[in-house]
T-cell receptor, first 111, second 116 residues
């Protein structure tokens, strides 16, 4: 399975943008980049995913480097509710491999 | 749309006892997963079902863990006998099978197990 590397923890102030990085230097051409987050005492929830182009949805934006060896999840205005563990996961679109979760990044949002 | 339901939410047992967890996926979702999440780690896949058949159980400790999805809807995960290291949150997730390989997984709230 292709591996991802994320910082263990990050801090942000409320209502400021947050950029969560993910390195995936061994990514293959058919690997999709998925982001999930896990709020306290809940199961993970889908945030966003992409292949090559930058992606936007109501929750966040995903910026993918041109060489696809790294990506950044962008929360445009952090709220206290965004405090969670964020997971960056690669999944092969051709072979439908299952998700392999790393330890993720624990995001703290300060009021 | 109702989410993935799991019960119980919490369970405390002594080592060597048995325990079972139940999961009801989102209606119409063909694929069902059981994950184990140890404190401070990401979820680890235990088993994947497609309808009532097992697709992947390579990481399921089969000497003590078993799972079934007899009618292709709800599922049960059992541990017998439990060990201290089985203390974890057990998450169930489901996914529609619409043909796209990048489909989203929907997770339940999990069952928190403590083995004493």
């Amino acid at each position: 399975d292709a591996k991802t590397t994320q910082p263990n923890s990050m801090e942000s102030n409320e209502e400021e943008p947050v950029h969560l990085p993910c390195n995936h230097s061994t990514i293959s051409g058919t690997d999709y980049i998925h982001w999930y987050r896990q709020l306290p005492s809940q199961g993970p929830e889908y945030v966003i995913h992409g292949l090559t182009s930058n992606v936007n949805n109501r929750m966040a934006s995903l910026a993918i480097a041109e060489d696809r060896k790294s990506s950044t999840l962008i929360l445009h205005r952090a709220t206290l509710r965004d405090a969670a563990v964020y997971y960056c996961i690669l999944r092969d679109g051709n072979y439908g491999q299952n998700f392999v979760f790393g330890p993720g990044t624990r995001l703290s949002v300060l009021p | 749309e109702a989410g993935v339901a799991q019960s119980p939410r919490y369970k405390i047992i002594e080592k060597r006892q048995s325990v079972a967890f139940w999961c009801n996926p989102i209606s119409g979702h063909a694929t069902l997963y059981w994950y184990q999440q140890i404190l401070g780690q990401g979820p680890k896949l235990l088993i994947q079902f497609q309808n009532n058949g097992v697709v992947d159980d390579s990481q399921l400790p089969k000497d003590r863990f078993s799972a079934e999805r007899l009618k292709g809807v709800d599922s049960t995960l059992k541990i017998q006998p439990a060990k201290l290291e089985d203390s974890a949150v057990y998450l169930c997730a489901s996914r529609p099978n619409l043909g796209g390989l990048q489909e989203t997984q929907y997770f339940g709230p999990g069952t928190r197990l403590l083995v004493l």
